[in-house]
């Protein structure tokens, strides 16, 4: 059984940074593409960025520039890191991992990111 646990969301000022962190358990992950997702209330959930075994890396128009991708695979781990956030990041973000070569995916829980004054 496939697990992702997501962390690293909290409150943080505009103009400030947090790295979030998914770890994924159950099978070895080096091939299979990862990446972050966010809803807010009332939206759809859309794509903030994502990267595939070999490490390429895409990412949404809106988050270019100020977020970054990484995967660490030896800990089945992948990060993002937020810079320069804005309120307009405030959401709940979750991790995704898709089975190579197949439409299955997987989901953590979300951790919250609230961007604040």
């Known amino acids: 059984q496939v697990q992702l646990v997501e962390s690293g969301g909290g409150l943080v000022q505009p103009g400030g940074s947090l790295r979030l962190s998914c770890a994924a358990s159950g099978r070895g992950f080096r091939i299979d593409p990862m990446g972050w997702y966010r809803q807010v209330p009332g939206r759809e959930r859309e794509l903030v960025a994502a990267?595939?075994?070999?490490?390429?890396?895409n990412y949404a128009d809106s988050v270019k520039g100020r977020f970054t991708i990484s995967r660490e695979n030896t800990k089945n781990t992948v990060y993002l890191q937020m810079n320069s956030l804005k309120p307009e990041d405030t959401a709940l973000y979750y991790c995704n991992l898709r089975l190579s070569g197949t439409n299955i995916n997987y989901w953590g829980k979300g951790t919250l990111v609230t961007v604040s004054s």
């Open positions: 990267i595939t075994g070999g490490g390429i890396a």
